[in-house]
C-alpha cells in the first residue's frame, strides 16, 4: 500500500500535474499525517514486540537511546499515534470518507489482478484496475486501519484499566492486533520501499514533495493516472 493518506486522499486534482513527466500522488498534509502514523507505528511495533517477548527487564536500543524504559516509551508513542488519529480524524474528514470508499470498492477484474500479482512485483506487468488504490491496497488498507483502530482502543483501555477481566480481554485483543497487523506493516514497508522491481518508484508518492514520476503511476495505478492526465489536459 504505497499511498495510504488520509488528510485528504480524494485531493486528485493537480494544475502541474504531468509536469516533467511527474505527477503528484498525495497533497502535503496526507504525506505529514503519513509520516507521523508510520514513526509511531514502527516505535509501538519495535517496543511491543520487545516487551511480548519477555524482554523488558533487559533495555532495547530505543530504550538506551531515549532514556526511558520500553514500556514507558510505547506507552507515551502509543497516547501519540491515539491523537493522531483523533486530530487525522477531525481535520481530514472529507479525506476519510474518499478513503473508505475507494478501499471497499472492489471491481470485476480484480481477480485477475490478484493472479498476476505474484509475478508483477518483478516483471512490473499488473493486470489493470480503475481505482485509486489497487485491489492489494484495498486489502491491506482495511486491514491496517482495523487492526490500528483496534490497537490504539485496547491501548487507551489497557493504560485506563487496572485489573480485571476487563483487562484481560483488553490485553488478549490488543495481543491478537498485533499479530495481525505485524505482517502487513512489513509487507507495506517491502512495497512501499520500492525494492521490488514492479513497485520502483512509488516511494516517491509519500516522499520528497508527493511527486513520482508518470511512468511510475501508470505501470501501478493506471486508471488514477489517465484521469490526472485528462483533467491537466483541460
Not at 527487564?57 to 507515551?76: F, I, N, W
Not at 513497485?199 to 501501478?220: C, S
Amino acid at each position: 500500500m504505497p499511498d495510504d493518506q488520509v488528510a485528504d486522499p480524494g485531493a486528485d486534482t493537480d494544475p502541474e500535474a504531468g509536469a516533467h513527466g511527474t505527477l503528484e500522488r498525495n497533497p502535503r498534509p496526507a504525506r505529514w499525517f503519513h509520516a507521523g502514523v508510520y514513526v509511531t507505528v514502527l516505535v509501538l511495533g519495535a517496543t511491543g514486540w520487545w516487551l511480548l517477548l519477555g524482554r523488558e527487564g533487559s533495555p532495547s536500543a530505543l530504550a538506551r537511546a531515549t532514556g526511558v524504559s520500553d514500556a514507558d516509551l510505547h506507552t507515551v508513542t502509543g497516547w501519540v499515534l491515539a491523537a493522531l488519529v483523533a486530530v487525522g480524524a477531525v481535520a481530514g474528514a472529507r479525506g476519510w470518507r474518499t478513503f473508505w470508499r475507494e478501499s471497499v470498492r472492489f471491481r470485476r477484474g480484480d481477480g485477475a489482478w490478484f493472479r498476476r500479482w505474484p509475478a508483477a512485483v518483478l516483471t512490473g506487468r499488473f493486470g489493470r484496475h480503475e481505482g485509486r488504490f489497487d485491489p492489494g491496497q484495498r486489502v491491506a488498507n482495511l486491514v491496517l486501519v482495523a487492526t490500528l483502530l483496534a490497537l490504539v482502543v485496547t491501548g487507551v483501555g489497557l493504560a485506563l484499566v487496572s485489573g480485571g477481566p476487563a483487562f484481560v480481554w483488553l490485553v488478549r485483543v490488543h495481543r491478537w492486533s498485533t499479530y495481525a497487523l505485524t505482517p502487513v506493516v512489513v509487507g507495506h514497508v517491502i512495497i512501499a520501499a520500492g525494492v521490488l522491481p514492479g513497485y520502483r518508484g512509488v516511494w516517491r508518492a509519500m516522499h520528497l514533495g508527493g511527486r513520482l514520476r508518470t511512468t511510475d503511476a501508470q505501470r501501478v495505478w493506471p486508471g488514477w493516472t489517465e484521469r490526472q492526465e485528462r483533467r491537466r489536459r483541460r
